[in-house]
């Protein structure tokens, strides 16, 4: 019994030393791989962050495009479009939660809401007006406008109010949306007045479409 013990024994000792003399091979080769995988990994990654590059600055030049396209009143092309840029720029903002990536999300949603309003959609006008999380302003300043054409005088006041509580408008916007008050108040003469002297700084087509029907008393 206690032969085979020893004979037990030595075949153990015999199989570790075959095994620690080929451990600086097994380390080699171990090393080998780590390096290959990691050079992998790192060509990935390059390869990744300039595809990204790439297709954001395509993007961007798409956004601005589309902002172009929303002066004019090409809304069609602004929803078709837009609604694109907006599910790539969420993907964005995961990545890269910058608050310029934020802030283009936001313009996309007034582009959005600007065409949706000329269109007639007022559901999809509040979805992307309500969508609007850092240009409360804008948010504002559309919403009373929106009222005032569906001649909601006292919800266009409450929100011409949180309007003048941002502190962030522009006094052309203001002088716009007065005008619009007026006009609905039946003080056309009025409104055509204080219109006439913003008209010449209207970007959009859709505001300008307002200032014409109040100056030319339609």
Not at 37 to 55: D, G, M, P, S, Y
Not at 100 to 127: M, P, R, T, W, Y
Not at 158 to 179: G, M, N, P, R
Not at 187 to 208: G, I
Request: include cysteine; aromatic fraction near 14%; glycine fraction near 2%.
């Amino acid at each position: 019994m206690r032969d085979f013990f020893e004979i037990i024994f030595v075949i153990i000792v015999s199989i570790f030393n075959s095994f620690s003399s080929l451990l600086p091979l097994f380390s080699f080769i171990l090393s080998i791989l780590f390096i290959i995988a990691l050079v992998i990994l790192l060509i990935v990654l390059f390869l990744t962050i300039i595809i990204f590059v790439i297709v954001s600055i395509i993007t961007k030049k798409s956004y601005l495009n589309l902002h172009k396209k929303c002066l004019s009143g090409d809304y069609d092309i602004v929803i078709s479009k837009g609604i694109k840029l907006i599910k790539w720029y969420k993907v964005i903002s995961k990545i890269l939660p910058f608050p310029n990536i934020k802030k283009i999300l936001d313009n996309l949603n007034i582009f959005l809401a600007i065409s949706f309003l000329a269109k007639n959609n007022n559901e999809k006008f509040i979805s992307h007006i309500e969508a609007i999380k850092y240009k409360t302003n804008f948010k504002e300043q559309w919403y009373t406008i929106y009222y005032l054409i569906q001649k909601d005088v006292t919800t266009a006041s409450e929100h011409y109010k949180k309007l003048l509580e941002t502190k962030d408008v522009q006094e052309d916007a203001i002088c716009f949306i007065d005008s619009m008050f007026l006009y609905e108040s039946g003080e056309a003469e009025k409104a055509k007045q204080k219109m006439e002297k913003v008209y010449s700084t209207l970007n959009y087509k859709f505001t300008k479409e307002i200032a014409e029907k109040i100056i030319n008393q339609n």
